[in-house]
């Protein structure tokens, strides 16, 4: 359900940047750095070719068993714009300590691309509207730099009592939803044997699961992001990670 035209309830105490409770992504510390694919390396799947991260057992690893809508709902007497800022802010922030790891393995000779399916190049919107190609890490950069432009951004994302949330926050919202969608998109394309390697992937399938669910509990992405918009060209192609949300339905990780 959106949270367009939700009943608001009236802002409590001062918005902590992070949640006191959920699954913790983080094992900072505890990684070693994954080793790096030479130039022009494929993505790596099994015999049949079918990616990785589509594979038993782990398609089925996870932190968390279950369907992940029962941490997405909204608590009680929480404000709804809070709760989506909030989870935003917490979104973001793990998935850049994840590409944080990965980062030495994205290259603009490994990655000269930002390729999240095998048919399926992201091109970056310039402001005059023209799509322009980038590598893998720079299309990444651009889009987390101008993502924590906005979270530091008090008229935006506001945690001072006094301030409230604009009418606009909700296309923000989507706006930074979809951009974090790509990343993700392209990690599990081009990356996941790397997160095998560090055997974190229960961390981030449960942290994208998670970006899912509530994703469309409150109405901030759009199903032709992950399963594909024929209509939309080049850039409408499936995602990888769209077989991954169907398989999660089937499982009942994610609701159908």
């Known amino acids: 359900m959106s949270f367009f035209g939700r009943n608001r309830a009236p802002r409590g105490a001062r918005r902590s940047p ?10 900072q510390g505890t990684l070693s750095q994954p080793p790096s694919p030479g130039p022009g390396s ?9 990616p990785l991260y589509l594979c038993s057992p782990f398609v089925n690893a996870a932190l968390v068993k279950g369907n992940f809508k029962t941490i997405v709902v909204l608590p009680k007497y929480v404000d709804i714009m809070e709760w989506v800022a909030v989870n935003i802010y917490d979104f973001f922030t793990n998935l850049n300590e994840f590409y944080g790891v990965l980062a030495e ?56 009592n006094n301030h409230e949330f604009q009418r606009t ?12 969608l790509r990343v993700f998109a392209h990690i599990y394309h081009a990356h996941f044997h790397q997160i ?23 109405d901030l992405l759009e199903v032709k992001e992950i399963l594909g918009d024929p209509s939309g060209g080049p850039q409408g192609v499936m995602p990888g990670v769209g077989l991954l949300f169907e398989r999660w339905r089937e499982m009942g990780t994610l609701e159908k």
């Open 105 to 160: 393995c994205c290259t603009p000779s490994t990655c000269p691309t930002m390729a999240a399916g095998s048919n399926l190049n992201y091109l970056w919107q310039q402001t005059s509207g023209k799509f322009v190609p980038m590598t893998a890490p720079q299309y990444i950069d651009t889009v987390m730099s101008s993502i924590q432009i906005m979270l530091d951004d008090e008229t935006i994302f506001p945690t001072n």
């Open 18 to 27: 992070t949640p006191g409770s959920g699954p913790n992504y983080n094992r």
């Open 196 to 218: 095998l390697h560090l055997r974190a992937e229960p961390h981030f399938n449960s942290l994208f699961a998670h970006f899912l669910a509530f994703g469309k509990e409150f």
């Open 169 to 180: 926050f909700p296309g923000v919202s989507r706006h930074i939803y979809r951009q974090l």
């Open 42 to 50: 494929a993505v790596l799947g099994n015999e049949d070719g079918k």
